[in-house]
Each structure stands twice: as C-alpha cells, then as structure tokens.
C-alpha cells in the first residue's frame, strides 16, 4: 500500500512538472526571452552535484526515497521554473526587488575575497553618467598637479614599446579623477577630468613608472576612451567596448603579451578609501573580477595572489575581491582577452598624491610578486 502510494505520488509529481515546464516554455517562446549565463547559473546553483546523485539513487531504490529530500520534487522545480519566469527567486526576499528598484542590482555584488571592513554595506557602485555627464568636467587646481612629492616612484630610465612590453595598463574610465587636484568642487560626481595630470591615466603612468624600476616590461596606454564614446555618440556604458578595442589591438600587435591592468578609482569618500599603516595613510584599493568572463575563475586565481601579498605586508589596505555580473556592471571587464587580466579600483575621489603613491608602491610590490610567481610556474 504505501508503495502504491509512492507511485501515485511520483506520477502526480511528474504530471505537475511537465505541466509547468510547458507553460513556462511556452511563455518564453510567446515573449521572446532569453537569459545570460550569469542567470541561468544562479538558478541551477541550487541543485548540488551529491543531491542529484541521491535523488537517482533513490528513483531506483524507492525504499530510500524521501520526497522531502528529493532535489527534483514538484516544490523544488516549481521554484526553478518561476525563477525562470519571473527573474526572482522564491527563498531569496532581495530577488523580489532588485530588478524592480533602480540602483538595486548594484547591491547584488558578491564578495569574493573580504577585505577588511568590507560588507554588503559599502560595496562599490559602478558609474552610470548621463551624455552631459560625460562631456563636462572640472578644472584642474595648477598649483596641485604641479607639486612633485616625496613619496612619488622612482621615473622609469627606460620605457618599453608594446611590441617589446609583457604588461599592459590602461584607463576604461579615464576621466575618473581626485578632488584634491580639481578646482572649485567638493563633489565626487563631478570629479572628471580629462588633465591627465588630475585623473587616473596618471595613476596608471606612476604605476608604470614603479613596475617598470621593479624590473618589468611595461607599455602604459594613454587613450581618452571618453572622449571617443562622445565623438561616437556612445553612453557611457559602453566604456568598456572602447577599451575593448584597446586590449584587442595590443595583443594582435604582442601575441606574447599576457598580462593586462584596467586603473579606476572608487567614487567613495575618504573615511572608506583611507588606511593608516605603520602611521602613514593610504589609499585603499580592490579588486573587481567579471564573471560573465567564462574563465573568471583563472583571473580570480592570478587577483587573489595579487590581493594576498598586498594584505602580506599591508594589512588593511585591500578592500578585497569583488565579483560583478552584467546585472551590476560590464560583467566580463576584457578579462577574456587573457586570465591576467585585472581591473584594480585605486583609491577614492578624497585621496592625496603622497596617499596613492604609497599605495602604488605597495601595489607595483604585490604584482611584481604575483607576476614573477605566473613566470616561474609556465618555465616548469
């Protein structure tokens, strides 16, 4: 009896499922949908490879089964399959709201590697300016940009062409720039600039600079990719399309070259951005990591070595790893042109020169570390 009693509830089972894959199927078809990898993933993450192992187990072995425990029961595919519907998920209240609420989805970030002090809380926001946005910018305060510091690295006795350079650095967002350099404004939505003395192509010069005097290879790219997306007609979204070309045309140009970092700057303020070591103050940094990038996993290997040598001997200083998909931002950030490929976020809108200085010291230290480390591993 209480086997019949199974069988009849597979069969209802069974007849409920294929009653609701049909529907939903049949919806998407009416509506045209479609749905990223980054989605799909995060629908089927609940179904574990040991549970489908048990549930065929059990299908074959019915003194086993236990409908509760079963990953495939008509109330665990009604939650999948009105995931797929409705975009939310049934045991996750935040799904219900973030693709409702504009800015939500931001909040979506997932924390890879914590740094200190790092939570749902304070995650980065991606930018999004509007087409004035991008074309307006702040003047740059002379007397700031033209201060030489103490703390600056060491200028580079010899620079590399991109067909003799192993690493490759460049600025999606190259009007990205600090307060501290700009004249007249206190407001980190309008900290942008195309003085490359003000804004983050100069971070990525100095970090040139001080990877180049640790020994390395370095071609530092210096386009104004805002500026092409204006002469383009292009929103600011499609930054990373711009750059896109960038890396693409370098590595055609240097098949050899691996080794490629995307500089930003967080639009933070400075209680957040700012760590005192060893009684000097830095700017904080972190990383962000694409995963619509299939091989995301390869990138999040070479950035978490990056990450723990900086922690090594500055701890505090990394805010950590930070993984986005395409709901938060980009989703992919040309990480697929090579799985050395990283984007470091550089301090914050409050930041000093002799802050990011010290952090790019620190930073050039780290990676110099991590790339000597990917180098010896490929000779063996």
Request: aromatic share 10%; charged share 25%.
């Amino acid at each position: 009896m209480e086997r019949i009693s199974i069988i009849r509830k597979k069969i209802i089972n069974s007849f409920t499922i294929t009653l609701i894959a049909a529907s939903i199927v049949l919806y998407m078809l009416i509506l045209n949908y479609s749905y990223g990898s980054r989605t799909i993933e995060k629908m089927i993450d609940e179904v574990q490879g040991k549970d489908l192992f048990t549930y065929f187990f059990q299908t074959s072995n019915h003194f086993y089964f236990a409908e509760e425990n079963n990953p495939f029961s008509a109330m665990h595919l009604t939650d999948l399959f009105f995931s797929l519907a409705a975009n939310v998920k049934p045991t996750d209240a935040r799904s219900y709201l973030i693709n409702q609420i504009p800015g939500l989805a931001d909040y979506d970030t997932e924390i890879l590697v914590a740094g200190e002090g790092t939570n749902i809380t304070n995650l980065p926001v991606e930018p999004h300016l509007t087409e004035t946005e991008q074309k307006n910018e702040s003047p740059v305060a002379e007397e700031k940009v033209k201060t030489t510091s103490d703390t600056a690295p060491p200028a580079a006795k010899k620079t590399y062409t991109l067909a003799e350079s192993d690493i490759f650095i460049y600025q999606s967002h190259n009007r990205e720039s600090f307060l501290p350099f700009l004249k007249g404004t206190n407001d980190p939505d309008k900290a942008s600039s195309s003085d490359q003395r003000a804004n983050v192509v100069k971070i990525g010069s100095l970090l040139a600079e001080q990877l180049i005097a640790n020994g390395l290879k370095v071609y530092h790219d210096t386009t104004d990719v805002n500026k092409k997306l204006v002469e383009r007609n292009m929103n600011y979204y499609h930054s990373y399309d711009i750059s896109g070309e960038i890396v693409k045309a370098a590595s055609a140009q240097n098949t050899k070259m691996q080794y490629f970092i995307d500089v930003h700057r967080d639009a933070a303020r400075k209680k957040l951005t700012t760590k005192v070591i060893n009684g000097k103050s830095y700017a904080r940094l972190y990383f962000i990591i694409g995963k619509e990038n299939k091989d995301y996993q390869k990138n999040l290997e070479f950035t978490k070595k990056i990450n723990s040598a900086l922690e090594e001997k500055y701890p505090g200083l990394s805010r950590g790893v930070l993984g986005k998909s395409r709901l938060e931002g980009n989703g992919v950030y040309n990480q697929n042109i090579s799985d050395k490929a990283i984007l470091v976020e550089l301090g914050g809108v409050d930041n000093t020169m002799d802050e990011l200085n010290r952090t790019i010291k620190a930073l050039a230290d780290a990676y110099t570390a991590a790339y000597n480390h990917s180098i010896a591993v490929n000779k063996q």
